[in-house]
């Protein structure tokens, strides 16, 4: 066996004692395998914020790894995740970060508002305070990020219906009030509507550039990780 290929070596020679570059089959094998993965057009940023057990985590992971997790352990400080989308015909690959809802982290996550092209501010829909709690994130926003990032509020934790505090009316009535913010109502738990946030918005991110300045000298050269995953494009908006 070829430890490089995982091939079996038979194949290689027709019979034994051939080499490698004799099989027109390993040579397309091999070729195909050596490859490198098509290099993302873009590279952009994401941030989550919002207050403490909205399910900020949650949403990034559905999103990421299609998980989820009952019983998550608090964000201290920031966490990250890369993933690679495809859309317009583009690659691009998204860091997102995952902020601490804490109060006491605000000094740590607000240094991370700056370079996010989008933001994605979360409420829990069973949950008063985390709504009530919103003009305080949006002075976050205010004070930290630039003002060309895009905003899309989540009313999270759609599932819980029946424990339902804050009507999907008055979420679109908050981010009426600010210019270009969306809204829309998401389950990480049911996994309802968690791809369309984040595809949405690199979708508006991608139109307002490219609006204004070429795509690449604004997005690219920013991060460089690895790839984890390709999605396809489902908009509800
Ligand atoms: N029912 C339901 N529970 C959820 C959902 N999303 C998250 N949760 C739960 O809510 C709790 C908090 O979720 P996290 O994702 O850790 O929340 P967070 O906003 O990252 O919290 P911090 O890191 O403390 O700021 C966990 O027990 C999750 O399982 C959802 O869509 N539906």
């Not at 409420?123 to 919103?134: C, H, N, R, V």
Request: proline content about 4%; hydrophobic content about 35%.
């Amino acid at each position: 066996m070829d430890p490089r290929y995982d091939i079996p070596r038979r194949a290689a020679g027709g019979g034994g004692g051939g080499s490698a570059n004799s099989s027109p089959a390993l040579g397309a094998q091999s070729r195909r395998r050596k490859m490198p993965p098509r290099p993302a057009d873009f590279k952009l940023q994401i941030i989550i914020i919002g207050s403490r057990g909205v399910g900020k985590t949650s949403l990034m992971e559905r999103f990421t790894d299609d998980t989820f997790c009952e019983a998550c352990k608090s964000t201290v400080g920031v966490d990250f995740k890369i993933k690679t989308v495809e859309l317009r015909g583009k690659k691009i690959r998204l860091q997102i970060w995952d902020t601490a809802g804490q109060e006491r982290f605000n000094s740590i996550t607000s240094a991370y508002y700056r370079g996010a092209k989008g933001i994605v501010l979360v409420y829990d829909i069973t949950k008063q305070e985390t709504f009530e709690d919103l003009p305080k994130w949006m002075k976050m926003i205010d004070k930290y990020a630039s003002e060309e990032a895009e905003l899309l509020l989540v009313g999270n934790k759609l599932d819980c219906e029946t424990d339902r505090i804050i009507s999907r009316q008055q979420g679109e009535r908050f981010a009426s009030r600010i210019s270009g913010m969306r809204f829309c109502e998401a389950s990480a738990k049911d996994n309802f509507n968690v791809d369309e946030i984040f595809l949405k918005l690199v979708d508006d991110i991608l139109s307002k550039v490219r609006l204004n300045v070429p795509l690449r000298s604004t997005l690219q050269n920013q991060i460089t990780l690895h790839t984890s995953a390709c999605l396809p494009v489902l908009f509800f908006f």
